[in-house]
């Protein structure tokens, strides 16, 4: 299933790889992006859009660094854009 590139991307809930700081910051970026944020833009310009895409790309890289097979939600999410 191809995903529609006009809806917003899902925050990956899988953590392997996200060490507590880095979860920290990420929240608090997203909670004032979320505030303090430009208007609402396009799915491929919005700043919390890119910052879930990283984290999805984030724990990708780990599960390939590990040699194991990553969720289907963390592929899909690394791979929109």
Do not use: C, H
Not at 8 to 25: A, C, K, N, Q, S
Not at 59 to 76: C, H, I, K, M, N
């Amino acid at each position: 299933m191809t995903p529609n590139p006009d809806t917003p991307l899902p925050i990956v809930t899988d953590t392997t790889g996200l060490t507590r700081g880095y979860r920290v910051r990420w929240r608090l970026q997203y909670l004032g992006f979320s505030i303090f944020g430009p208007a609402d833009q396009r799915i491929e310009n919005s700043p919390k859009e890119r910052l879930k895409l990283e984290r999805a790309r984030k724990v990708l890289r780990t599960y390939e660094e590990l040699g194991q097979p990553a969720p289907d939600e963390v592929v899909e999410t690394a791979r929109r854009f």
